[in-house]
């Protein structure tokens, strides 16, 4: 996977969602999805990251998997990528294709 690079729209100031498609290599969903528990457990101990959770589609969608994230902040994110997890994900070419999508929270 080639980093991501995307950052939110720049009219977001603050707490913003993630949500991510990521499409497995085919014949490496089972170590695409060891390495995002991983980066699940990782996220999770962060403190500017508020959720990061990762659902993988059933029976013949069991490639696709949906990545739900939130950031206090851009720094946040910024951080979050630089966390060991997420390099090892990053660099272990077990991922075909990312849709990523940036929200901000309605209040």
Known sequence: MAPITLMPHED???KFMIVA??????????ELETLLKA???ESNDE????TYRAA????????????IEEYVSRDALTLHR???????LRNSGT?????????????
């Open 47 to 50: 403190l500017s990251c508020l």
């Open 95 to 107: 991922v075909e294709k990312t849709d990523v999508n940036f929200f901000e929270e309605l209040q």
């Open 39 to 41: 980066v699940v457990k």
């Open 82 to 88: 630089a966390g060991k997890a997420y390099l090892a």
């Open 56 to 67: 993988r589609g059933p029976g013949d969608q069991s490639k696709i998997f949906t990545v």
């Open 21 to 30: 498609k990521v499409t497995a290599v085919a014949g490496r969903e089972e």
């Open 12 to 14: 977001i100031k603050g």
